[in-house]
């Protein structure tokens, strides 16, 4: 009796994770959660930035700056980017403001939290693992009216290798308050996203090779390219974080195998 107590305690031990708001409860195949990567300071190569302060501090850098176009005094507590047009997809190389700082050495978690209000083609706002404008993976939150079956509302993953666009996994949401995470590891990223009830999600992995290794992470909000070019909108970032890797990651695969069109 008591080997078979030990047995069933032990299992129930392996099932039980943390949810989203830090408490205990018994996680199903289909709400296991993705576990935020950073409560705390700033530690080692980990960071938080909650973009508190009067200036962005020394670590962060800007690929094609428009000093006019961003701001951390317009909404207190938050980094504001309005977007412009422009975009890093293969050739056009055009995007404005995007916030870089060094990557630590995998394996991390990279996160962010923002607010933003899409209803144009191809607004768009999210997370970077960069090496340069042709080498990099991207996780967005995306307005495209390209697939009207689907919506006009994504997350979107995709990289692009040597200036070439590969590997694009896509899911439709409604969120405008949107988190998202890139665990990078040693050759892969895995994107996520956290859902309507708390959870996160995974959309997808993406095999990237040595850019895990030789990269910067940030941020980026822009316009896109397009014959009608939509109208700036901001985009309020709450916070980034750098941070460890959850212990146990039990995601599932929610995505799709094609992306909305540029």
Not at 30 to 43: G, I, L, S
Not at 147 to 162: C, K, T
Request: glycine share 6%.
């Amino acid at each position: 009796m008591l080997l078979r107590f030990c047995f069933l305690v032990t299992v129930l031990v392996c099932f039980t994770l943390f949810d989203a708001q830090g408490t205990h409860s018994a996680a199903s195949a289909d709400t296991m959660p993705f576990r935020p990567a950073m409560e705390t300071a700033p530690m080692g190569d980990f960071f938080r930035d909650d973009f508190d302060g009067p200036a962005l501090i020394p670590e962060w850098s800007w690929i094609n700056e428009d000093a006019s176009s961003w701001s951390l005094t317009e909404r207190p507590g938050y980094l504001r980017i309005h977007t412009q047009p422009g975009t890093l997809d293969e050739a056009n190389n055009s995007a404005r403001n995007v916030l870089l700082r060094a990557a630590p050495t995998a394996p991390y978690v990279l996160s962010t939290r923002f607010e933003l209000h899409p209803t144009q083609e191809f607004h768009e706002a999210g997370l970077l693992v960069y090496q340069d404008e042709d080498n990099y993976v991207k996780l967005s939150r995306l307005y495209s009216t390209r697939l009207p079956s689907e919506g006009d509302d994504f997350y979107l993953l995709n990289q692009e290798v040597a200036g070439v666009r590969s590997g694009a996994i896509y899911v439709p949401t409604s969120q405008q308050v949107i988190e998202l995470q890139l665990l990078v590891e040693e050759t892969s990223v895995t994107g996520a996203y956290r859902d309507a009830s708390g959870r996160w999600i995974t959309l997808g992995t993406l095999n990237v090779g040595a850019l895990a290794s030789s990269a910067s992470v940030g941020i980026l909000a822009n316009n896109g390219i397009s014959s009608s070019p939509a109208s700036s909108i901001p985009v309020d970032f709450d916070f980034v974080t750098v941070g460890a890797p959850p212990l146990h990651m039990y995601l599932p695969l929610v995505s799709r195998q094609a992306e909305p069109g540029r």
